[in-house]
């Protein structure tokens, strides 16, 4: 039928997230019965580049905009034109960067209505966006220590350390690895004389009072445990978030433990100690948001690890193409809603892969049960999500990828893993 994938109804609604913070979820129905409903995440530690979430009156002005700015103008369009669409919500919104109707409500219309379209073919999300090449699955990688802004006060500066099962055959392999991880580190924080008392940050991840170097002993040994019991190889990464903690007056990293100050060159040392001394073979936002210099620097300095842009890229062609020119970093995080819409996020996960730079899709600290995340992970091809491991709204989206891989039967394999 024709008119199968237009647009027929949009609604919306405001949720909360797993902050319990309002978000704003969106429902567009097209005439073939398709239907997608997503909700937004929410970021704590936000990239200064992001997209604004919302116009200032927050989730309600943003619902007011969508329902009389927004739904007349997308109602009787085909679903299946999602670039159409796409720029007509940055058409509608005017401003550089989504001020006006909110990143985060392009974020839920313009992913609710590729699954609109999918939904009226009867397709999952990922076979929809990647077709047959979508048969990659991701390894996960897994938050299992927190501190920065996502966890008290007494907690590591380092926002998170994790757990990433490079040897897993396949998916569910993979997620047992971060489980179990996860476990053995409960165990080893249990045994020292810390305070700790079960306490987990947003992500899932324990969150003891410990410096940065104790978590990267403990870390490493319930990592090394996992390896052992499992019978493959399981490796060290961090989220450094180091703009959270960078001070830009006096332009050192600024560590509460121990209250030390780093340079720029000294913190590339630490870096380079650490990724040598725990074979790390992920390092994520080592340096703050404007230094592609410093990402340029360390990326030469290190062999076989990933060194990883979130907050220095925010899913930003343009910013992804000033690294690639400089060589800063070789991989980068892909979170959807700190650009906007899905075509934007595809554009740059096209020219990401084109250069060579390995992509990891990733929630948000602050989430929904939406689990979209596991099919764009797939079906853009990813090689890596990171995406918690355990907590209701994370365990969604492995619980996902799980489905999507049986569903792809012995079609499945894991993704090619490479270096720049
Ligand atoms: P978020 O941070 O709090 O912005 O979601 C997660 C991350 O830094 O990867
Ligand atoms: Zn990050």
Known sequence: MP???IIEDIRARKVFDSRGNPTVEVEIYTRGGGVGRVSAPAGASTGKWEVIAYPPGGVDEALKILKDEIAPRLIGMDSEKQEEIDAILKEIDGSPRLSHIGGNTAYAISIANALAAASS???????????????????????????????????????EFLSIPLGA??????????ILAHKNLRNILERENIPFFGGKGDEGAWAPAVSDDKAFEYVAEAI?????????????GVDVASSSF??????????KHGGKKLTTG???????????????????????????????ELTSKVRGC???GDDLFVTNIERLKKGVSLGAANALIIKPNQVGTISDTIATVEYAHENLYTTVFSHRSGETESVV??????????????????????????????????YLGSEARMAKVRFR
């Open 306 to 308: 990933f060194i990883v």
């Open 121 to 159: 073919y009867d397709l999952p999300l990922f076979m929809y966006l990647g077709g047959r090449n979508a048969r990659y699955m991701p390894y996960p990688v897994g938050n299992i220590l927190g501190g920065g802004k996502h966890a008290g006060a007494g907690c590591p500066d380092i926002q």
């Open 373 to 406: 995340l596991a099919h764009l992970a797939v079906g853009l091809r990813c090689p890596f999500v990171k995406l918690g491991v355990v907590g209701g709204e994370r365990i969604a989206k492995i619980n996902e990828l799980i489905r999507i891989e049986e």
């Open 169 to 178: 055959k396949n998916f569910m392999e993979a997620a047992q690895a971060n």
């Open 246 to 255: 960078w001070r830009e007056e006096e332009d050192v990293y600024f560590y």
């Open 266 to 296: 000294e913190q590339i040392d630490f870096i380079v100690d650490k990724i040598k001394s725990y074979r790390l073979i992920y390092v994520e936002d080592p340096l703050h948001e404007e230094d592609f210099e410093g990402f340029r």
């Open 224 to 236: 090394e445990k996992t390896s052992d019991e499992i019978g493959f190889e399981v490796r060290f």
């Open 3 to 5: 008119d199968y994938t």
